[in-house]
C-alpha cells in the first residue's frame, strides 16, 4: 500500500513539476504610472495604491513596477507589459498618448482610477472621451464621503466576490454626461446607489445615473471612480474587487498565437522566452488551465 501510495506521489510530481516552475515565473507584468504631483487627496491615494498592489504582486506571482516617468508610456516599454495603471493622473503629451491608444487598440489592458479619466474641453483627447465610454466628467461631490454602491453583475469576474451592495469609504464621487451606461459597447458592473442623493456639502450631487466602475467592453479596460484621499483602501470588499480587476484585466482574453503554442509546453522552454514576448505569451497552452479563474 505504501509503494502505492509513493507511486502515486511520484506520479503527481512527475505531472505538477512543469506547472511548479512555470508559477515561479511571473504570471504577467504590470506597469503603473502616477504623479506624486498636485492634489494632494490624489497623492494619498497613489501612496496607499502602491504598497498594496505590490503585496497583491507577492500574492499572485505577477510582476508590478510603478513610475511617475510619462515618458515611459512609449511603445518600447508598453510591450512588455500585459497590464497598465493610471492611478492618479493622465498623459498630456501627444506621443505619449498615441503610444497609449496603439498598445490598447492591440490588445493592451488598462486599469483607471478616479482623476485618470477626467477629461473636459480642455484635456483634448477626443479617442479618450471614446474609449472611457463617451462620458466627459460633468460634476463631483465635496467633500469626499462614503456611498452605497450598488453591484450591477454579480456574474463578471471582477464582481464575483462582492454582496448586493456595499458601503464604498469616503471618495469624491464623479458623475459623468452622457452616462456612459447609454453607450452600447459599455458594461457597467457598479453604480452610485441613488438613495445616496442628495450628496455632498459644498458640492452636492442630487440626482442623476452615477455609474461608478465599468468596462468598455470594446478594450481590455475597466475604470474605477474610486481614488480620492486616504480611506480608499478601508473596505475589504472593495479590496478584493481591485484584486479581481487586476488578475481579470491581467489574464482574460490574452491572445496566443498557434506558432507560439508548442514553445510553452515545458517550464524550461517558457524559462528561455524574454519578457518582451510575454506580452503575446503569456497564457498556457490550451490544455493546461491558467493559474487563476473566477471563483478561486
Ligand atoms: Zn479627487
Known sequence: MIRFLLSLLF????????????????????????????????????????????ELAKKHNFYFESTTRWEHLNAQKLKGFQLVLWINDFPIKAEQRAAFQDYMTHGGAWLGFHVSAYNDESTRWPWFVDFIGGAVFYGNNWPPLPAKLI?????????????DTFISPANEWYIWKPSPRLNKHVKVLLTLDPKNYPIGLKDTITAGDLPVVWTNTAYRMIYMNMGHGDKIFASAEQNKLFEDAILWLGTHNNRVPETQLSTLSTGAEIKSIEYANLWSTILLPKTRRPLWEPGE
Open 11 to 54: 506520479g503527481a510530481a512527475a505531472v505538477l513539476s512543469p506547472a511548479v516552475t512555470l508559477a515561479q515565473q511571473p504570471f504577467f507584468r504590470v506597469l503603473a504610472f502616477y504623479t506624486a504631483k498636485g492634489e494632494p487627496d490624489h497623492i494619498a491615494f497613489a501612496e496607499q495604491a502602491l504598497p498594496f498592489f505590490t
Open 151 to 163: 453591484v450591477d453583475d454579480r456574474s463578471h469576474p471582477v464582481t464575483h466576490h462582492l454582496p
